[in-house]
Nanobody, 122 residues
Framework: QVQLVESGGGLVQAEGSLRLSCAAS????????MGWFRQAPGKDREFVAT????????VYADSVKGRFTISRDKSKNTLYLAMNSLKPEDTAVYYC???????????????WGQGTQVTVSS
């Protein structure tokens, strides 16, 4: 069993920065691909970024490329999402997810956190 707990969300002004964290527990989580998704009010949940367990492959959604950075610290079993140059359209609940053979699709992830709210004011 894998448990994921996000933190670091909050209210920030446009062009500001935040760093989200996702603490993972479970003895095999270091072998999982991990990713970030987000869901804005009234919209479907969407892919943000993913990183394989080796860290060798990282993929970003076009909407965040160049502004967000995903990383993981396997020694701490923690996933991060550094968000810079935030825009009001980045406002959403951000979810951490983990999966053995995961990629860009929600269905490929087996475990999810409870989410953390990010609100960007204009």
């Amino acid at each position: 069993q894998v448990q994921l707990v996000e933190s670091g969300g909050g209210l920030v002004q446009a062009e500001g920065s935040l760093r989200l964290s996702c603490a993972a527990s479970g003895r095999t989580v270091s072998t999982y691909t991990m990713g970030w998704f987000r869901q804005a009010p009234g919209k479907d949940r969407e892919f943000v970024a993913t990183v394989t367990y080796t860290g060798n492959t990282i993929v970003y959604a076009d909407s965040v490329k160049g502004r967000f950075t995903i990383s993981r610290d396997k020694s701490k079993n923690t996933l991060y999402l550094a968000m810079n140059s935030l825009k009001p359209e980045d406002t959403a609940v951000y979810y951490c997810a983990a999966g053995r053979l995961a990629g860009l699709l929600e269905a490929q992830y087996d475990y999810w956190g409870q989410g953390t709210q990010v609100t960007v004011s204009s």
